[in-house]
Nanobody, 115 residues
């Protein structure tokens, strides 16, 4: 079992920045990759970014160049630095961890981009 706790969401103006954090606990040795999905109102959930245990990162086209995912293996924590935020980034962001036996999810955290 892996437990995930997200933090760092909130309200920000267009063009602003936020950093999301996701701390993993439990069977962290089994984690292959971690990342973030988001679900905007009325839309399907989409992958935002993910990073493997080896540090290889991938991003959705819509966030490439604005968002950066990183991880601190010593703290079992993954971060999503979000710069140049747009109203279209408004969503509930979910942290996830992939293991050999399946995916685990955080409870979700709200990010609202509005003036």
């Amino acid at each position: 079992q892996v437990q995930l706790v997200e933090s760092g969401g909130g309200l920000v103006q267009p063009g602003g920045s936020l950093r999301l954090s996701c701390a993993a606990s439990g069977s962290v040795f089994s984690i292959i990759a971690m990342g973030w999905h988001r679900r905007a109102p009325g839309k399907e959930r989409e992958l935002v970014a993910r990073i493997t245990s080896g540090g290889s990162a991938a991003y959705a086209d819509s966030v490439t160049g604005r968002f950066t995912i990183s991880r601190d293996n010593a703290k079992n924590t993954v971060y999503l630095q979000m710069n140049g935020l747009k109203p279209m980034d408004t969503a509930v962001y979910y942290c996830y961890a992939t293991t050999a036996v399946g995916n685990y999810w955080g409870q979700g955290i709200q990010v609202t981009v509005s003036s």
